[in-house]
């Protein structure tokens, strides 16, 4: 009896209900006890919360790039990864929603962003932009919802019409493209527009926001189907394909290492106040670990070479190991990004020295953090469950039929 | 519907009909907002008054008396000071300070990023909270330049050991989760002009800092009236604001200390 429900399925799903718990009673805790209990202060106010806010977000990217790629590039036969893309975005979005209102001071008052606007700030555009996306995504997502087993059985009739939203696609894709464009970047430039903080204040801010979230988002979604389809047989992939857009992934890099390491150099030349401190502290400092190991090396350079160089490429561990850093190294590069912002303190006193300050997460943080992401693994677990969210022999099928109704209808 | 985007051949004239839709849609609703939207968030206010403070240097002794006046008549929590008194060098033998209220910034970094707009300029030049919009997000304490805004980490309850001693509060307690700041004591002002009162002149439609203040360090007025005391003392001495270099335009001048002046 105990071997039957023991399985590793329940184990994996018994082991995220733990941290979810964990997560639940420290949010209950915050909301009822305030921000008081983080080791937020008004020298560091963004800390781990807002880096798994932006994490989510860049590692959903895979949904509009991969989209734009099939429905507006016509790059069609990748439609299955596409498909896996969109649901791994929807839950990155989710995330990055909940992030948000735990980290809110106000959180019963979240809707004023939706209400009261002010179009100078980058933040409302982000949020504008993320709640339509959300619904883009929402919609996109549609199909795949449609696929749940009991949704089909006792309501046909929208499992067919959630079905048929499949149809619109490439107008979602459009949209999505514009929509996540814009906000993607605007979170860089969220940053880099605090001209009062020198080492964010640059305008390539957006720029590298805006290509590692298309780096990392894609890597993350092949990762998670390559990691799906060896856990379970409810997942099936065409490796082919996955090797194919990982292989482009590869030269993805390069461009986003070309933009990083310029980036980076171009600050290296003078002294400038604020700047070379910040440079410090990810160089020498405490997060030259994340900076050197974590963005550059194994963020970077390593799964460049795994993903360029055919023979590692085509070996399904190394490849996963390649995609896995790479997403990895995004997540680094958000953390760094807003932390060393925080712990240069700029002197508003004439002559005064640059001082810095520290943050370490408390315990309150990283178990909320921690049930955000779990929150993301049980969806996705889930999701290859009952939806068929990796599945790149369902789709395939459903295209050709797509396909063959359409010379008929056109009358050749 | 559904029928209709089969064909491949309406499909592609739709989705260019639809781009081409969005390009329209997009320029008009750019078009007009360009158009319309002349009064911004950014727009630097231009009423009838524009209040201002001089912080002469030579002549604060850093008692904090400025400190203890703000907590009271703000009701502002220990742990936080909207006002704050800060050491800086030595001129002579003479330790300088740098009393530092909020700086009431012409082009305010924190209004410009408040995605709410619960940051605002009002006409008379005063960075405003509207502490009953704001959601906590934090975004105004990073961009500010000068680290005048603190946030409620946790809400301010029991007594105010400033009060009665150093005033009796004036305005509302902020709660918990908004970030609060410096207004200028915009109360004070706003009572004593209804009452026909000169801000700077009259105590009872001054900040309470510039009434404490024992040694006279502290001067309030309308930089619009070119006889009112701030604009005659900036107009005589020489001047500095603070982080001049970023642009924003700070309302608050201070008076550098000599090492003569601060002799005599």
């Given at each position: 009896?105990?071997?039957?429900?023991?399985?590793?399925?329940t184990?994996?799903?018994?082991f995220?209900?733990i941290?979810?718990?964990g997560?639940?009673?420290?949010g209950?805790?915050?909301?009822?006890?305030?921000?008081?209990?983080?080791?937020?202060?008004?020298?560091?106010?963004?800390?781990?919360?807002?880096?798994?806010d932006l994490?989510?977000i860049?590692?959903?990217?895979?949904?509009?790039?991969?989209?734009?790629?099939v429905y507006?590039?016509g790059?069609?036969?990748?439609?299955?990864?596409?498909?896996?893309?969109?649901?791994v975005?929807?839950?990155?979005?989710?995330?990055a929603?909940l992030?948000l209102i735990?980290?809110?001071g106000?959180?019963e008052r979240?809707?004023h962003?939706?209400?009261y606007?002010?179009?100078?700030?980058?933040?409302?555009?982000v949020?504008m932009?993320?709640?339509?996306?959300?619904t883009?995504l929402?919609?996109?997502a549609?199909?795949?919802?449609?696929?749940?087993?009991w949704?089909?059985k006792?309501?046909?009739?929208?499992?067919a019409?959630?079905e048929r939203?499949?149809h619109?696609?490439p107008?979602?894709?459009?949209?999505?493209?514009?929509?996540?464009?814009?906000?993607?970047?605007?979170?860089g430039?969220?940053?880099?527009?605090?001209?009062a903080r020198?080492f964010?204040?640059?305008?390539?801010m957006?720029v590298?926001f805006?290509?590692?979230?298309?780096?990392?988002g894609?890597?993350?979604?092949?990762f998670a189907?390559?990691l799906?389809?060896?856990l379970?047989?409810?997942?099936k992939?065409?490796?082919?394909?996955i090797?194919r857009?990982?292989?482009?992934?590869?030269?993805l890099?390069?461009?986003?290492?070309y933009?990083?390491a310029?980036?980076?150099?171009?600050?290296?030349?003078?002294?400038?106040?604020g700047?070379?401190?910040?440079l410090n502290?990810?160089t020498?400092?405490?997060?030259?670990?994340?900076f050197?190991?974590?963005?550059m090396?194994?963020?970077?350079?390593?799964?460049?070479?795994i993903l360029?160089?055919?023979?590692?490429?085509?070996n399904?561990f190394?490849?996963?190991?390649a995609?896995?850093?790479v997403?990895?190294?995004?997540?680094?590069?958000r953390?760094?990004t807003?932390?060393t912002?925080?712990?240069?303190?700029?002197?508003?006193?004439p002559?005064q020295?640059i001082?810095?300050t520290?943050?370490?997460?408390?315990?309150?943080e990283?178990?909320?953090?921690?049930a955000i992401i779990a929150?993301?693994?049980?969806?996705?677990?889930?999701?290859?469950?009952y939806?068929?969210v990796?599945?790149?022999?369902?789709?395939?099928?459903?295209?050709a039929?797509?396909k063959?109704?359409a010379v008929?209808?056109?009358?050749? | 519907?559904?029928?209709?985007?089969?064909t491949?051949?309406?499909?592609?004239?739709?989705?260019?009909e639809?781009?081409?839709?969005?390009?329209?849609?997009?320029?008009v609703?750019?078009?007009?907002r360009?158009?319309?939207?002349?009064?911004a968030s950014?727009?630097?206010?231009?009423?009838?008054h524009?209040?201002?403070?001089?912080i002469?240097q030579?002549k604060?002794t850093?008692?904090?008396?400025?400190?203890?006046?703000?907590?009271?008549?703000?009701?502002v929590?220990?742990?936080?000071?909207?006002?704050?008194?800060?050491a800086?060098?030595?001129?002579?033998?003479m330790?300088?300070?740098v009393p530092?209220?909020?700086?009431?910034?012409e082009?305010?970094?924190?209004?410009?990023?408040?995605p709410?707009?619960?940051s605002?300029?009002?006409?008379?030049?005063?960075?405003?909270?509207?502490?009953?919009r704001?959601?906590?997000?934090?975004?105004?304490?990073?961009?500010?330049?000068?680290?005048a805004r603190?946030?409620?980490?946790e809400?301010?309850?029991?007594?105010?050991?400033a009060?009665?001693?150093?005033?009796?509060?004036?305005?509302e307690?902020?709660?918990?989760?908004?970030p609060?700041?410096?207004?200028?004591?915009?109360?004070?002002?706003?009572?004593g002009?209804a009452?026909g009162?000169t801000?700077?002149?009259?105590?009872?439609?001054?900040?309470?800092c510039?009434?404490?203040?024992?040694?006279?360090a502290?001067m309030?007025?309308?930089?619009?009236d070119?006889?009112?005391?701030?604009?005659?003392?900036?107009?005589?001495?020489?001047?500095?604001r603070?982080?001049?270099n970023?642009?924003t335009?700070?309302?608050?001048?201070?008076?550098?200390?000599?090492a003569e002046?601060?002799e005599a």
């Amino acid at each position: 009896m105990l071997k039957k429900i023991l399985t590793p399925w329940t184990a994996w799903l018994g082991f995220l209900g733990i941290i979810l718990l964990g997560g639940l009673i420290a949010g209950i805790l915050v909301f009822w006890k305030g921000l008081g209990i983080t080791n937020l202060t008004d020298l560091v106010p963004w800390g781990l919360w807002i880096t798994i806010d932006l994490s989510s977000i860049a590692l959903g990217a895979g949904a509009f790039s991969l989209c734009a790629g099939v429905y507006l590039f016509g790059l069609k036969r990748y439609q299955p990864i596409a498909r896996t893309a969109t649901f791994v975005g929807l839950i990155g979005y989710t995330m990055a929603t909940l992030a948000l209102i735990l980290d809110i001071g106000k959180p019963e008052r979240f809707w004023h962003s939706l209400v009261y606007w002010n179009t100078h700030s980058l933040l409302w555009e982000v949020t504008m932009c993320v709640v339509l996306y959300l619904t883009v995504l929402v919609f996109e997502a549609m199909p795949i919802i449609a696929n749940l087993e009991w949704l089909r059985k006792r309501l046909p009739k929208i499992a067919a019409m959630m079905e048929r939203v499949h149809h619109y696609a490439p107008f979602l894709a459009i949209v999505g493209l514009g929509l996540s464009s814009l906000h993607q970047s605007s979170l860089g430039a969220t940053y880099g527009v605090i001209k009062a903080r020198p080492f964010w204040f640059k305008p390539e801010m957006s720029v590298l926001f805006m290509l590692s979230a298309i780096v990392g988002g894609i890597s993350l979604t092949l990762f998670a189907s390559m990691l799906a389809s060896r856990l379970t047989s409810k997942a099936k992939t065409n490796d082919a394909l996955i090797e194919r857009v990982a292989h482009f992934v590869g030269y993805l890099l390069i461009g986003y290492f070309y933009f990083r390491a310029w980036d980076a150099l171009s600050t290296t030349y003078t002294y400038d106040p604020g700047r070379s401190e910040g440079l410090n502290l990810i160089t020498k400092g405490p997060l030259a670990f994340n900076f050197w190991i974590v963005e550059m090396l194994f963020g970077m350079i390593v799964p460049m070479i795994i993903l360029l160089y055919k023979p590692a490429r085509t070996n399904r561990f190394w490849r996963m190991v390649a995609l896995l850093l790479v997403a990895a190294g995004v997540v680094a590069f958000r953390w760094d990004t807003n932390i060393t912002g925080l712990l240069v303190v700029m002197p508003y006193v004439p002559g005064q020295a640059i001082a810095y300050t520290s943050y370490k997460p408390s315990l309150i943080e990283i178990m909320a953090g921690a049930a955000i992401i779990a929150y993301g693994l049980t969806a996705f677990s889930l999701g290859v469950k009952y939806l068929r969210v990796v599945d790149h022999s369902l789709i395939e099928e459903e295209h050709a039929k797509v396909k063959v109704e359409a010379v008929e209808a056109v009358g050749i | 519907m559904s029928d209709k985007h089969n064909t491949p051949a309406e499909k592609t004239i739709n989705r260019r009909e639809f781009l081409r839709l969005t390009a329209v849609g997009v320029a008009v609703a750019a078009g007009t907002r360009a158009v319309t939207s002349t009064k911004a968030s950014s727009d630097a206010p231009k009423g009838k008054h524009q209040w201002a403070m001089v912080i002469d240097q030579s002549k604060c002794t850093g008692c904090n008396y400025c400190t203890l006046a703000c907590q009271a008549h703000n009701d502002v929590n220990p742990d936080i000071q909207w006002n704050i008194v800060v050491a800086d060098g030595m001129v002579g033998d003479m330790q300088i300070f740098v009393p530092r209220p909020c700086m009431h910034c012409e082009k305010a970094p924190c209004v410009e990023v408040c995605p709410v707009k619960a940051s605002y300029y009002r006409d008379d030049g005063i960075v405003m909270m509207d502490y009953d919009r704001c959601i906590g997000c934090r975004y105004c304490q990073v961009a500010c330049p000068y680290e005048a805004r603190s946030f409620n980490w946790e809400k301010f309850t029991g007594e105010n050991p400033a009060v009665p001693e150093w005033g009796t509060p004036e305005v509302e307690r902020r709660p918990r989760g908004v970030p609060e700041k410096c207004s200028f004591c915009y109360q004070t002002i706003d009572r004593g002009l209804a009452l026909g009162l000169t801000p700077g002149i009259d105590p009872d439609a001054t900040p309470a800092c510039v009434n404490i203040c024992p040694t006279g360090a502290r001067m309030f007025g309308d930089l619009n009236d070119p006889e009112s005391l701030v604009s005659r003392v900036l107009h005589e001495n020489p001047s500095y604001r603070l982080r001049e270099n970023l642009g924003t335009g700070p309302r608050v001048y201070y008076l550098p200390a000599f090492a003569e002046k601060k002799e005599a």
